[in-house]
C-alpha cells in the first residue's frame, strides 16, 4: 500500500496538487518541449557522431600503435574524458550541450563535465572544503547507485553461479 | 484579510545609479543603462565578491548624483537573491548608517522601496538609500547547477540579471514622486516547477493588480503602463490573457521587465530576465527616462518574488510567490 502511494505521488504527485484545472493546464503546457524531434535527432546525430570517433582512435590504438585492447579501451575514454575537461575549463561544453543535448551528455563526457564544473565551482572555498569535496556533488549519486547496482548484480550472478 | 494598500505622502526620487553587465549592455534597453562591467569577476577573485562591488559602485553612483552626502543618509535598506543577503550586509560594511536587510526575492528592492516609504512617512526623517543587486553566477550557482555544468536550458527557464541598483528616496520635491503602494499576500498556485516560476509568480501578480484598483477605487484607464517585475515571456502571457479574461483592458500599456532587458532570440536568455536587480534596472532606467519625457505619467510597478529555497523544491515543496506594487507619479 505505502509502495504504492509513494510510487503514485512521485509519477503523479507534482501535477495531482494543483485544484484549478485551467492553472493545471497552463503549468504542464508552459514547460513542454516544442522541438522533441529536432533535439532527439541531433542528439542522435552527436551521439553517434562520438561514437565512430571513440571507435577510430580505438583502432588507431589497438591497430596501429598495436596496444591490447583493454588498454586501447582505457586510452579512448582518457582522451574523452580530457576533451570534455578541457572545454569545461573554458567554458565551451555548457555552450555546446545545447545544440548536443544527450548526445554529449549520456557519454562519459557529461560524466567529465559534472566533475570539472563542480570542481571549478569550489575553487573559491578553498582546497578541502572547496575542491575536494564539492567535486563529487553531482555525481555522486551516479557514484552511489552504481555501487549499489554492482552490489546487487554481485549478489545475483553468486547465486545464479551456485546452481 | 486582503492585501493592503495606502497612499504615500511627500516621497520623491532623488537620485538613482545603476550598473549592470555588458549582457544587459547589449540588450534592447541597452542606450538607457550608461555604466557596465565587461566581465563578470568585475576584477574580483569571486562572483560574490564581484556582486558585493556591485552593489557598492551603484550606491557610490547614487550618492554621487544625490544632494545627500553618505553621512546625511538616515535609513538604508537592501536585499539580494545570495544566502543570508549577505552581498547586501557586505555592501554597506564600512558605512555608519542603520542598516535593514529585506528579503522578497526578486521583489526585494520594491519591498525596500514600500518600507523606505513607510518608514519616511511615520518619522520625522527625510531621506532613505534603497539597494539590490544579482548576479548571474552567483545566483545560478546557489539555486541551479554549477555555471560550467551543462545543464539544459529550458525554455520557460528565466536569467538572472547581473547588476545593481540604488535609489535615494527624499522628502524634497522633485520631478518622480512615488504616491501608493500596496503589499501583496503569498501566492500558491501548488506548482512544483522551479523552471516555470513566471507563470507561478503571474498569479501572485494578478492577486497584487487586482487588489490594488479595488482598494484605491480605481481602473485600468487610470494607469499610463502597467509595469511587472520579472513574468518572462510565459509568465507575462499569463499575466495578460487572465486578465483580459476578467475584463481588464491592458493590452496597449503593459510591458514585462524580464521580457523587455534581453533579445529572447539574440542573446538566448530563454524566457527572459528575473532577479532583484531586474525589476529595478528597468525601472529606474527606462521607465522613469520614458516617464521624464512625460510619456507617462501615472505607472504601476509590480515586482513578483518566488520564495522557494534550494532544499524546498528537492523537497518537492510547491513555490510561494509574492508581488509588491507601487505607483510612481510625474511630479507636475
Known amino acids: ?13 507534482d501535477f495531482m496538487i494543483l485544484n484549478n484545472q485551467k492553472i493545471k493546464d497552463k503549468v504542464k503546457n508552459n514547460g513542454q518541449e516544442k522541438h522533441k524531434i529536432k533535439n532527439f535527432f541531433l542528439a542522435f546525430l552527436f551521439g553517434g557522431l562520438f561514437g565512430i570517433v571513440g571507435q577510430a582512435i580505438f583502432y588507431i590504438f589497438n591497430l596501429i600503435i598495436n596496444l591490447n585492447e583493454d588498454l586501447a579501451t582505457i586510452l579512448t575514454s582518457i582522451i574523452f574524458v580530457s576533451i570534455a575537461f578541457i572545454m569545461t575549463c573554458f567554458g565551451i561544453f555548457d555552450k555546446f550541450a545545447q545544440i548536443a543535448h544527450a548526445g554529449i551528455l549520456i557519454p562519459i563526457t557529461g560524466f567529465a563535465n559534472s566533475i570539472t564544473a563542480s570542481a571549478l565551482e569550489g575553487k573559491a572555498e578553498g582546497m578541502i572544503y572547496g575542491i575536494g ?5 553531482l555525481v555522486g549519486s551516479v557514484c552511489t547507485y552504481g555501487i549499489v547496482s554492482a552490489i546487487i548484480l554481485g549478489i545475483i550472478y553468486f547465486i545464479v553461479g551456485l546452481f | 484579510m486582503k492585501s493592503q494598500s495606502f497612499i504615500v505622502k511627500d516621497v520623491y526620487i532623488d537620485a ?25 569577476y568585475f576584477k574580483c577573485q569571486t562572483f560574490e565578491k564581484a556582486q558585493v562591488k556591485l552593489a557598492k559602485s551603484a ?15 538616515e535609513i538604508a535598506l537592501g536585499g539580494d537573491l545570495s544566502n543570508q543577503i549577505f552581498s547586501s550586509t557586505k555592501a554597506v560594511n564600512e558605512e555608519f548608517f542603520p542598516f535593514v536587510g529585506l528579503y522578497a526575492a526578486c521583489a526585494s528592492g520594491i519591498l525596500g522601496i514600500i518600507i523606505a516609504c513607510l518608514y519616511i512617512n511615520a518619522t520625522s526623517f527625510n531621506n532613505a538609500l534603497i539597494f539590490t543587486s544579482s548576479h548571474l553566477c552567483v545566483s545560478e550557482r546557489q539555486f541551479r547547477f554549477p555555471n560550467e555544468y551543462a545543464s539544459l536550458i529550458k525554455e520557460t527557464t528565466t536569467t538572472t540579471v547581473t547588476g545593481a541598483c540604488a535609489l535615494i528616496l527624499s522628502t524634497i520635491p522633485k520631478k518622480i514622486k512615488i504616491t501608493k503602494a500596496t503589499i501583496g499576500k503569498i501566492v500558491d498556485i501548488m506548482s512544483t516547477n522551479v523552471n516555470d516560476m513566471g507563470t507561478a509568480m503571474a498569479y501572485a501578480a494578478i492577486d497584487t493588480f487586482i487588489t490594488h484598483l479595488e482598494n484605491n477605487k480605481e481602473t485600468c484607464d487610470d494607469y499610463d503602463l502597467i509595469v511587472t517585475g520579472d513574468l518572462g515571456f510565459f509568465g507575462k502571457n499569463v499575466f495578460m490573457e487572465e486578465l483580459l479574461n476578467k475584463n481588464y483592458q491592458i493590452e496597449n500599456k503593459y510591458i514585462d521587465c524580464g521580457d523587455s532587458i534581453y533579445d529572447k532570440e539574440k542573446q538566448k536568455t530563454a524566457s527572459g530576465g528575473s532577479g532583484p536587480a531586474c525589476v529595478m ?9 520614458q516617464m521624464q519625457k512625460l510619456k507617462y505619467k501615472k505607472v504601476l510597478v509590480i515586482a513578483t518574488g518566488a520564495l522557494h529555497s534550494q532544499i524546498s523544491y528537492q523537497q518537492k515543496e510547491s513555490i510561494p510567490c509574492i508581488a509588491h506594487g507601487i505607483v510612481l507619479e510625474v511630479n507636475i
Not at chain 1, 500500500?1 to 504527485?13: A, D
Not at chain 2, 550606491?59 to 543618509?73: G, H
Request: overall charge positive; glycine content about 6%; charged content about 20%.
Open chain 1, 1 to 13: 500500500m505505502y509502495v504504492f502511494l509513494f510510487l503514485y505521488h512521485t509519477i503523479f504527485g
Open chain 2, 281 to 289: 534596472c528597468v525601472t529606474f532606467s527606462y521607465i522613469i527616462n
Open chain 1, 133 to 137: 569535496s564539492k567535486m563529487f556533488s
Open chain 2, 16 to 40: 538613482i545609479g545603476i550598473v549592470v553587465s555588458k549582457k544587459e549592455k547589449d540588450g534592447p534597453l541597452g542606450k538607457y543603462f550608461k555604466n557596465y562591467i565587461d566581465d563578470y
Open chain 2, 59 to 73: 550606491i557610490s553612483k547614487a550618492l554621487a548624483k544625490s544632494m545627500y552626502n553618505i553621512d546625511d543618509i
